[in-house]
């Protein structure tokens, strides 16, 4: 008989199970005999009578590490953890070594058998324990960040969805998969201006495909990613390498003051790592922060569509408002006179003078007829005619 032990997480932060009530029945009933730890399960809401009632044994945590043969848990072995498996047991959860170089040694000391939830692959290449999670996070990154920009959570006042009259906000997304394909979805529908970048043709033409060309859609490069993350107000990096580390190079370097990068585990959607353009990373613990000061005209335009008589005042006369590096102009707070061009603001053109010296109408006005009157012929001024000009027909 095959003795499975479900201990308790104890990482930080951690409140999953690895096995329901009704996992553990599933087991008893292929003659598995199930050992949970006491309170394994309150942080999921299965207390432990249900375990009791599915037909599991409540042990103790030395006695669950000493005496079962699979130990099945949600996060990787943490504290003294790798010093209770013994050789010849099983582990199975998610682990993520490539970036636990100091756990995978330790493992590897006690001599037993790991196997890691994201990298069980089937025919397909697919890998369906860890799916589920990154369609969680994917979902979480949107609606987690959506909150971090509001200005009583330490962001720049950022609406995603936007307002009649004010551009909604940018989100990119690195990484097509299914993480970032939940995430486009929810940024979708936020009503967001979203752009997706991805090596893949073919997943960047799926999402083109169901979102009918709502979503922008880029072949990743280096110069293309850097170009898209300076212009975002939400970066959520979705990004799977198969067991190796996710690639997190970072490119915030003249972007927008104030805005989010979200770096995600997959399978941990309590673990977004959160950065803030110009600014320390966010804690787990920090929901706000000091309000930054507004430095990209996307802020100031928030503002400004507000303001009583903002609308002649020149671009950059408010320190709000001067324009960064790869920041487009806005629309509100500028003077007619300036133009958008490449990103950055700049004077419009001065019509050209016609033959009298005088400046030349603009174009529409000329084509309909209504530009300077024409200079009067040389010579002495007609006379009046004594009749009505009908009457000489």
Known sequence: MTVVGVPREIKSGECRVALTPDGARALRAVGARVLVERGAGAGSGFPDDEYAAAGATLVDRAALFADSEL??????????????????????????????????????????????????????????LLSPMSAITGRLAVQVGASLLQSDHGGRGVLLGGVPGVAPGTVVVLGAGTVGSNAVQIAVGLGARVLVVDRNPSALARLDAIYHGRVETLVGSADAIGRAVSGADLVVGA?????????????????????????????????????????????????????????????????????????????????????????????????????????????????????TGRRAAPRAQRVAGRGPARPPPPGPPRAALPYPRHAAR
Not at 306 to 311: D, N, S, T, V, Y
């Open 71 to 128: 130990v099945v848990k949600v996060k990787e072995p943490v504290d003294d953890e790798p010093e209770l498996l013994h050789a010849g047991q099983t582990l199975f959860c998610y682990l993520h070594l490539a970036a636990a170089p100091e756990l995978a040694r330790r493992l590897l000391g006690r001599r037993l058998v790991a196997v890691a939830y994201e990298t069980v692959q089937v025919l397909d290449g697919a890998l369906p």
């Open 239 to 355: 990004v799977l390498v198969p067991g190796a580390r996710a690639p997190v190079r970072d490119r915030r370097r003249g972007g927008r003051p104030g805005r989010l990068r979200g770096h995600h585990a997959p399978d941990d959607p309590c673990r977004a790592r959160l950065r803030r353009g110009g600014r320390a990373p966010l804690r787990r613990d920090q929901h706000a922060g000091a309000r930054p000061a507004h430095g990209h005209a996307r802020a100031h335009q928030c503002h400004a569509a507000l303001r009583p008589g903002a609308r002649g005042r020149r671009h950059g006369a408010c320190p709000a408002g001067r324009s960064r590096a790869g920041a487009r102009p806005h629309d509100l707070g500028r003077s007619p006179g300036l133009r958008a061009h490449g990103g950055r603001a700049r004077p419009a053109r001065r019509r050209p003078r016609d033959c």
